[in-house]
């Protein structure tokens, strides 16, 4: 029989590092799945985890390579060496490296690696961090699938969330074989949305696949379970799950969640809902009845019922407008505390490669005009705060060449820059402005980092997602000379901010009012958590973060519990956080404030400005119920917030009317937050773009508790105060909320008494 040898190496590390010989039929390997194999004579390989430690058999991490072939470094190039050259903790010989390859690999259980793609390949959807690799190699364990490439790809023309695409070669299988062969090997969100088979997959010229020329899917679902609209509202809800979704179209018992939907695409639709219909569907309504033909069914019985709604909100005489009630509150902050730094929002990127300053500044100076808020002042007038709007007099980036500086001081540089715009270094004036700021630090020819801040009082998280859009097309077509291709904005900030006002005293806040009144009534003042130390007079704001990882097991099992409850994974780590609290505080009534986007209405989707409000979320643990209980506990609890979000947090603080301290903050002192979407970043042609991380030391709150999932997990950070807490109660905290989410992912019908909190060693 023939030999055939598949070498695995790279010029870094002169060549081949190991290789496999195949001796059988190449028929049990796919053009993508045979192992490199071992490691040559004086040649190492490592598998290790984004800490530099060994991952276990089976699972994906990044190839390291050692041994004698590893070379000198790149000539010249000092800061790539540094990043791809790193010292070898794992061999013997004195000033030993190991070369980081950017590809991913697993070992197998018979000591042989498999490839698993490449790193960079990462792409981030709908929140979650994703291997594409990972995906392909599962997908080629299909029978029917020859060869496969998963792309993430956003619909034609549009902007908003890319989706995941598989284009295959092989018999065709269909959409709905390959989504179950998937779903029983990775989690949801992994599953592409649509599956193009092909006869062959495109190469340009040098042989390699031509990801340019693979066609626009269709995100249709299968022929066999379509049924299309037969009312015309059915007909229209379609239509608008359709865009909201980016799918060409939907029948009337496809499933919002399954179709890719989430919470913030839910929000999406129930705006759009409103302002078609007129009427005023509760969020809840989308978890209940998650197809068109039930939505249809709701619609219909509100529009007959004919309860009132909000206006939209429209352009009005801006001049000198009023705050919003959340800019308000920032105002009022800043007047009691002036150069208060707990709001300031510094951001940075890394941007490698041929950078166009000219059409880098022309798009921010465009940004700029665009959106009124960022050219905002707050000042006072009669005693009332009130807005100035600056005309728009053109945009100069400030730029700081740094590269004379060492390698070692440039990055330290970048640091200092970035912690000195986050702190009191530079505070930010609200009468003079400017209240956002940007500057390009010049780090080579090739590598530079862009650093913005601005005062939270004018933006939001939502807002950088609009900001990072917006650069990322006018970079693309300043670049190219043409002009920009984004259309006019409709309003702006302040025409919200005085809609706002105006609503305050209508019907539909009383209602709204009403319901908070009644949930609210008779609420604990204080969540009294055993702290190191005595809580101080007034807040000090200093704070640290430990970070939070939890397994990909546990996050899968955790969403696998509320799907089968009707929750979502918020709902699910809300309930387990609340039982924590619970036991820490020795409550059965608990309070938790959690961010909400606060978007409510199309019209201000795509606006720059501080719309984010505060949910109130108090959950009733008495009774000692199963976790199971306690999980629909905090689905009616969630739900009946996000349905009586448009009371300002500001408003109801003013309305409920709570002890007012110093201390600590009115209502809640502890803070949730799921993070899972917003998080296409930037996308800028001829760059690599990558965000600068630096450490935030502010606690607003007793506790803020924020997870992201991943591909790779639960991942966040724990924020607490140093008066209150030491980092080592933190650490056991934070070991004990991990023990209570595996006790209920693994039996929901536990009662709270029941849970163990304490490990063995305490």
Sequence with gaps: RPVFLNPYGSTEATGITAHHFARADLSSYSSRSMPPGRPIANASIYVLDGAGEPVPVGVTGELYLGGAGVTRGYRRLPGQTAERFLPDPFGRTPGARLYRTGDLGRWLPDGTIEFMGRGDAQVKVRGFRIELGEIEARLAEHAAVHEVVVVARAREGEAGDPRLVAYYTGDQAGAAALRAHLAE???????????????????????????????????????????????????????????????ERLGVHDEFFSMGGHSLLATRVVSRVREVFGVELPLRALFEGPTVAEMAGRVEELRRAGVPVLPPVVPTERTEPPLSFAQERLWFLDRLRPGEISYNLPFALRLRGA?????????????????????????????????????????????????????????????????????????????????????????????????????HIVSDGWSMGVLYRELSALYAAYREGRESPLPELPVQYADYAAWQREQ???????????????????????????????????????????????????????????????????????????????????????????????????????????????????????????????????????????????????????????????????????????????????????????????????????????????SRGLRGGLTYPTDLFERGTVDRMLGHLERVLKQVAADPDVRLSELELLGDTE
């Design 504 to 710: 305050v005293e209508g019907a539909v806040l009383e209602r709204q009012l009403a319901y908070w009144r009644e949930r609210m009534a008779g609420a604990p003042e204080l969540l009294e958590l055993p702290s190191d130390h005595p809580r101080p007079p007034v807040q000090t704001y200093r704070g640290e973060t430990v970070p939070v990882e939890l397994s990909l097991e546990l996050l899968e099992r955790l969403q696998a519990l509320g799907r089968s409850e009707g929750a979502t994974l918020y709902m699910t780590l809300l309930g387990a956080f609340q039982v924590l609290l619970s036991k820490y505080s020795g409550s059965e009534d608990v309070v938790v404030g959690s961010p909400i986007a606060g978007r409510t209405r199309r019209e201000v989707e795509e606006l720059i400005g501080f719309f984010v409000n505060t949910l109130v979320l108090r959950t009733d643990l008495g009774g000692d119920p199963s976790f199971r209980e306690v999980l629909r506990r905090a689905r009616e609890v969630t739900l009946g917030a996000y349905e009586h979000q448009d009371v300002p947090f500001e408003k109801l603080v003013a309305e409920l009317q709570p002890e007012r301290s110093l201390s600590h903050t009115p209502l809640f002192q502890v803070i949730f937050t799921l993070q899972t979407a917003g998080g296409e970043g930037v996308a800028l042609p001829g760059l690599e773009v990558s965000e600068v991380e630096a450490e935030r030391v502010s606690a607003k709150f007793d506790l803020s508790l924020v997870l992201t999932p991943t």
């Design 355 to 455: 950078l166009d300053v000219n059409a880098l500044e022309r798009s921010l100076g465009e940004i700029v005009r665009r959106h009124d808020a960022l050219r905002t002042v707050f000042v006072e007038r009669g005693g009332t705060p009130r807005q100035v709007i600056a005309p728009f007099g053109g945009f100069r980036l400030t730029v700081i060449d740094l590269a004379h500086l060492p390698e070692e001081t440039r990055e330290a540089e970048v640091q200092r820059e970035l912690v000195a715009e986050g702190g009191a270094a530079r505070p930010f004036d609200l009468s003079t402005g400017p209240l956002f700021r940007v500057s390009l630090l010049r780090l080579g020819a090739q590598e530079h980092v862009l650093l913005l801040s601005q005062h």
């Design 185 to 247: 090997r990775l989690p949801e969100y992994m599953v592409p949305a649509a599956f193009v088979h092909m006869d062959a997959l495109p190469v340009n010229p040098n042989g390699k696949l031509d990801r340019k020329a693979l066609p626009e899917p269709e995100y249709a679902p299968a022929e066999e379970t379509y049924v299309a609209p037969r009312t015309p509202v059915e007909e229209v809800l379609a239509g608008i799950w359709a865009e909201v979704l980016g799918v």
